[in-house]
């Protein structure tokens, strides 16, 4: 995956690929061609920032949804230190789609929380496409709970297609378990900051989102429901999605614009998984400030505004 290139980035991949040759023809001192190399460097890094200054929403969603975004696990290990994993929901089993630990995040201690993909087909398996089982919001709740114990602030990372719509997850209460996170969120007593690292599809990403600040990475999405299923509703053809994802508005920008989220965090130029330290570190200290800020609040005050800030959520019109 590691030279996987969106359709919307091949005249980059291309241009880039002509100085490579160019490069490795100087190299070799055939020919000077460093005045050449230089205009196409000052090209490229022109066509990058069009590029990726004007994305359509789809052009969003399939940059949330790279191959090679970094995932929970990648911002664990480069932002958090003294990491424990913890496991099991104490019910059935431990679902590896969700991750979930105690760590040091900037010195504090805090329950970091996070839906985990995989990378390639057998880990892909392993994490089951980081779509959750039951198990896994029931494990979430669990290192909830322990955080409010012990006084740490939950930290969640949300990156999902969505919960898992399989019959076994059905029958173990996929539903209630969903439910049961965002009651229990809506009243947990520490300060509770999320992030959407790529993907937050419907009930699944919102199990982890209940939180006092919800942040969004630059490139990443949030809706209800996948661009494809929601062309498969409303147009009966799925290949619309990149209609649907412009109707939908599903963007950083859109739902700051809608006062779904508090805010964007900027993501180096071409996503995040052209340089995960720099997006790790503008994760890093956002969620700290955010932290620093939540916790000079009484528990009491904290709840009270966030649930007063899911009330003011949505817009209607009365004729």
């Not at 209800?224 to 950083?252: F, N, W």
């Not at 779904?260 to 700290?288: F, K, M, N, Q, Y």
Request: charged share 30%; with cysteine; hydrophobic share 40%.
């Amino acid at each position: 995956m590691k030279d996987f290139t969106l359709e919307f980035e091949r005249p980059l991949r291309e241009l880039q690929a002509r100085i490579d040759d160019l490069e490795e023809l100087s190299r070799k001192g055939k020919i000077g061609l460093e005045k050449e190399i230089v205009k196409l460097r000052r090209k490229a890094d022109k066509l990058k920032l069009e590029t990726y200054t004007d994305l359509t929403r789809w052009q969003c969603v399939q940059l949330a949804r790279h191959p090679n975004r970094p995932y929970t696990l990648d911002y664990i290990d480069l932002i958090t230190e003294e990491f424990v994993e913890l496991k099991g929901d104490r019910n059935f089993r431990d679902d590896k789609a969700i991750v979930c630990g105690l760590a040091r995040w900037n010195g504090q201690a805090a329950a970091v929380i996070g839906h985990q993909k995989g990378r390639g087909t057998k880990e892909n398996l392993k994490r089951n496409f980081g779509m959750p089982h039951p198990e896994g919001y029931r494990k979430a709740l669990r290192i909830m709970r322990l955080a409010e114990k012990f006084g740490l602030p939950v930290i969640t990372l949300i990156d999902t297609p969505g919960a898992y719509p399989g019959i076994g997850a059905e029958e173990r209460g996929q539903a209630s378990a969903i439910a049961d996170n965002l009651s229990a969120m809506a009243k947990l007593k520490v300060p509770i900051v999320s992030v959407i690292i790529g993907e937050g599809g419907s009930g699944g990403a919102l199990a982890l989102g209940v939180a006092d600040r919800v942040y969004m990475l630059q490139y990443a999405v949030y809706s209800v429901i996948s661009p494809e299923g929601c062309a498969s509703i409303l147009y009966r053809d799925a290949s619309q999605a990149s209609h649907a994802a412009e109707a939908m508005k599903i963007t950083a920008p859109d739902l700051i614009d809608l006062g779904i989220v508090d805010g964007l965090i900027e993501e180096p130029l071409g996503g995040a998984h052209h340089d995960p330290g720099a997006a790790a570190r503008a994760i890093s200290e956002t969620v700290t400030e955010a932290i620093n800020e939540l916790s000079k609040m009484s528990p009491e005050d904290r709840i009270e505004k966030r649930i007063e800030k899911y009330l003011r959520l949505g817009k209607w019109i009365e004729k």
